[in-house]
């Protein structure tokens, strides 16, 4: 048996002999099916608008780059003939059912819903899906040794790295396709040169000396994504009007349910005691959308000036770097152009670190230091052998407050004046 995916990113993916069966199963099952509908990006084709790839590629995408580190690893003699069968498997099944929990808007669902993907995605290994019967028909240990992988438990430290660290195949595969679906060009990294020059010392993963310059194009390339297109202003400005028409909804619903209808396998959106996974495997991105054509119809005024702003794109306007006086300006000039500030008024500061160290609570690495191994046989931190991340501003903010346009218009005047 054979298959080939062909990929802009990795040219053809291959899946062959009886042991790649698994991942043919495992991308076949409906929960993963499903990603084909979820926008990888979000709501940034608001901005780009050929960024419309899907979570389903990426998520093969980070399969194929797993795969490549790992027989990087073995062919380079880190991983040993009598590993490579046992540690197979669990790695790249991770590698491929890492992003299977995301719902709709991919991480913008996050900021409607209050729940995390990771915690969506344990819920499918191990619960009542397509998903769970095909591993466990595989190895019953396999949803657990995956569940240590994800969790940053596996015993071999270097196999928790590839998929969860500052150079983890996910982030390899995101920032390249990423940038090649938005056209930025300054996302493009050299995935092949940095599989090439990673090194396991002690269980731990790391890169030779000489490979220093590809890591730090790889990590300015990934700074200029955060800030050029993940926190593109016009995305957060979507996002945040999402979450505004989501709330008013719910508060609609809240004081009377009679007021609207919240869709089934939405209603957890209301309190969390509704989820039920089934359901939410049922929501994708094509739902949400009907759904707010539907409330931009509705008697409520907020409810459907909201959703009919979202649809046809008359979004809310960022003014930049308001200092306190100005945000009570533009507080007191909404309320007296009879806006609701609960809706029509909201903050975002933006921050991220190019490079960051030190772990972000108990089940996560994405923080942990990137280890350089000298010719000398030593080992030093990034942190502490780049001169580049050295000179680097190391953190970058912004402040926005997001209004109508009359009202931004209202706020330019009065800076005029």
Do not use: C
Request: hydrophobic share 35%; charged share 25%.
């Amino acid at each position: 048996m054979e298959i080939f995916i062909k990929d802009p990113i990795h040219n053809f993916i291959k899946f062959s002999g009886k042991r790649d069966k698994i991942f043919i199963d495992l991308i076949n099952s409906k929960e993963f099916q499903r990603l084909r509908r979820i926008m990888q990006l979000g709501v940034l084709f608001i901005v780009y608008p050929t960024a419309e790839h899907s979570r389903f590629i990426h998520s093969i995408g980070t399969f194929e780059v797993a795969r490549k580190m790992f027989n990087h690893f073995y062919d380079s003699g880190y991983i040993k003939e009598s590993d490579y069968n046992q540690l197979y498997v669990p790695l790249l099944s991770a590698a491929l059912l890492h992003d299977i929990g995301h719902g709709p808007f991919s991480h913008v669902f996050e900021l409607l819903s209050g729940i995390a993907h990771e915690d969506i995605t344990k819920e499918i290994i191990i619960g009542n899906t397509e998903v769970n019967e095909i591993l466990t028909s595989y190895d019953k240990s396999l949803s657990e040794e995956m569940l240590k992988i994800f969790t940053y438990k596996h015993p071999k430290a270097y196999i928790n790295s590839m998929i969860s660290s500052q150079l983890d195949a996910d982030r390899l595969d995101y920032i390249t396709r990423d940038s090649y679906n938005t056209g930025v060009g300054f996302g493009t990294i050299d995935v092949n040169r940095i599989i090439n020059i990673l090194k396991i010392k002690d269980e731990e993963f790391g890169i030779i000396e000489k490979g220093i310059g590809a890591i730090e194009n790889y990590l300015l390339a990934r700074h200029q994504m955060f800030w050029e297109v993940y926190y593109h202003k016009t995305g957060l400005i979507l996002a945040r009007m999402l979450k505004n028409l989501i709330s008013r909804a719910i508060d609609l619903f809240t004081d009377n349910p009679s007021n609207i209808e919240i869709p089934d396998n939405l209603s957890f959106l209301i309190d969390k005691k509704y989820f039920n996974l089934q359901s939410f495997l049922e929501i994708d991105d094509t739902d949400m959308w009907n759904w707010f054509k539907k409330l931009s119809y509705h008697k409520d005024e907020i409810l459907s000036d909201l959703a009919t702003r979202i649809l046809y794109r008359k979004l809310f306007k960022a003014i930049k770097n308001p200092s306190i006086k100005d945000k009570h300006t533009i507080k007191k000039l909404l309320k007296e152009n009879a806006y609701d500030l609960r809706y029509y008024y909201t903050e975002s500061s933006p921050y991220k670190t190019i490079y960051e160290y030190g772990k972000r609570g108990k089940q996560f690495s994405d923080k942990k230091e990137i280890y350089v191994f000298l010719k000398n046989g030593k080992t030093k931190k990034l942190s502490e052998y780049s001169q580049i991340i050295k000179d680097i501003q190391p953190s970058y903010n912004k402040s926005y407050v997001f209004v109508p346009d009359n009202i931004k218009n209202l706020v330019t005047i009065q800076y005029q004046k």
